[in-house]
């Protein structure tokens, strides 16, 4: 009898993807039935979309099968809907997620998950020298990039050269052991999620990537760079002993986040609580 490949969970986290998301949904879906000799599920989570979205994703669900959705009304940002996603954990062996834009390809992501044994979460890295690019960003952003990784690595030393690309599975576990300290629900959430995954003390491992720039991005410099610097701060603050001596000020904090269009932070939760599972639609 052939080797089962570990039950495997990919989630993509979608805002107003309706333009791009169907031909990147249609690719996994087939691409990992033919190559992945395990279970097998994609995941879209749907962050307050506007647009159709979620007919797409629909349509590639009867086309392919093998794809759900989770369907939040209200835009909660693109970590809180990972957040969300990351709690269907408890029924796979594997989870991650990939952007809805298409810039890493199945066979890329696959290729991180070839590399979990003995590992406690694999990432994908745009910035190593065998990294493939097909095409890279413009020059403004990569050097927002760099700035921003200067700082990041300023405040946590973890000695990741890409926090944002947007490719990393993890085991179950792992994520378990972690979800309850989730709490950045923006474009930050990659650096909460890595720096727990370190603080905790389990295996991450950084390897080089597939990636195309893609165009059509929702990034802004200004705005989206401001927030980020946001969240760092904050996510530095909340594992220092200040934190608790700041507590009058976090009104202002979540007047900041709503100012500038973002998704506030999530409130602390409780050890050891269980989060309800949410219900995948499709599938």
């Known amino acids: 009898m052939p080797e089962t490949d570990p039950r495997l969970l990919l989630l993509i986290p979608a805002y107003n993807e309706e333009a791009r998301i169907g031909p990147v949904l249609l690719a996994y879906s087939r691409y990992f039935k033919e190559h992945y000799r395990g279970p097998f599920l994609l995941v879209v989570v749907l962050n307050g979309c506007r647009d159709g979205t979620i007919h797409v994703v629909r349509q590639a669900a009867a086309t392919?099968?093998?794809?759900?959705w989770l369907d939040f009304?209200?835009?909660i940002g693109k970590g809180g809907a990972l957040i969300e996603g990351l709690k269907l954990a408890p029924g796979t062996d594997l989870i991650g997620y990939v952007d809805a834009d298409g810039a890493t390809p199945p066979s890329a992501f696959h290729d991180l998950v070839k590399q979990m044994p003995g590992n406690d979460c694999v990432i994908g890295s745009r910035w190593m020298p065998e990294?493939?690019?097909g095409e890279e960003q413009p020059w403004k952003r990569r050097l927002a990039s760099r700035i921003f990784h200067a700082i990041v690595e300023g405040f946590f030393w973890m000695g990741i050269q890409d926090t944002q690309c947007g490719a990393k599975v993890?085991?179950?576990?792992a994520v378990q052991a972690i979800h309850n300290d989730l709490?950045?629900?923006?474009?930050?959430f990659d650096i909460n999620l890595l720096y727990c995954l370190k603080r905790a003390g389990f295996r991450v491992r950084e390897v080089p990537t597939e990636w195309t720039d893609q165009i059509g991005s929702k990034i802004t410099l200004g705005r989206s760079s401001l927030t980020m610097f946001l969240s760092i701060v904050r996510l530095r603050l909340v594992?220092?002993?200040f934190y608790r001596m700041l507590a009058p000020l976090r009104p202002i904090e979540q007047w900041l986040?709503?100012?500038l269009g973002a998704p506030?932070?999530?409130p602390p939760r409780a050890a050891g609580k269980t989060e309800p599972i949410p219900r995948v639609e499709g599938g």
């Open 64 to 68: 392919c099968g093998g794809i759900g």
């Open 73 to 75: 009304p209200a835009p």
């Open 131 to 133: 990294s493939k690019l």
């Open 170 to 173: 993890m085991r179950r576990e």
């Open 183 to 188: 709490r950045t629900a923006d474009l930050a």
């Open 239 to 241: 594992y220092s002993p």
């Open 257 to 259: 986040y709503v100012k």
């Open 264 to 266: 506030p932070s999530l």
